[in-house]
């Protein structure tokens, strides 16, 4: 079976009149993202050991373990430090963001933009930090 697009499942949706049987019709199309595959595969790429990137992203080693085993999952926060550490760069965070059921970084958000404007500079999450404690924004850790 073709999986249906996000509009074709939206358009149905809104029509829907109950939602069990919306649910029950279409639970092939759902999506079932694992992002840990990604950050794995990222990591890999980066060759960085777990306690470094631990270390880069500003979170503890047991933390950043549970989240690659997949028994937590990460804040939106804590997987911008990930994104940063990892350099993945803005386009593959905001897909990360995006199939973890995040907000991705909109640039008319002051915070979000110098999120953004760290990502596009390879920018360490420290770094970040330290930009947004000056502009008076919410740090990332």
């Known amino acids: 079976m073709k999986s249906k697009s996000t509009e074709s499942l939206h358009e ?10 919306y649910l029950k019709e279409n639970e092939g199309n759902f999506s ?3 992002i840990t595959e990604t950050l794995k595969d990222l990591l890999r790429r980066r ?3 777990k306690a470094t990137l631990a270390r880069k992203s ?11 085993s997949g028994r937590r999952t ?6 911008l430090c990930l994104c940063s550490a990892l350099r993945a760069g803005l386009p593959k965070t905001q ?7 995040y907000a991705q970084l909109y640039a008319k958000h002051k915070r979000d933009a ?15 930090n330290d930009k947004l404690f000056v502009e008076n924004e919410k740090t990332l850790f």
């Open 95 to 101: 897909d990360l963001l995006k199939r973890a059921g």
């Open 32 to 34: 079932n993202d694992d």
């Open 114 to 128: 110098i999120i953004i404007y760290g990502l596009l500079h390879r920018l360490e999450p420290s770094s970040i």
């Open 74 to 79: 990460a804040s939106r926060d804590r997987l």
């Open 58 to 68: 500003g979170m503890s080693d047991v933390y950043l373990h549970q989240v690659f």
């Open 47 to 49: 060759r960085l050991s």
């Open 12 to 21: 149905e949706l809104m029509e829907a009149a109950d939602l069990g049987t």
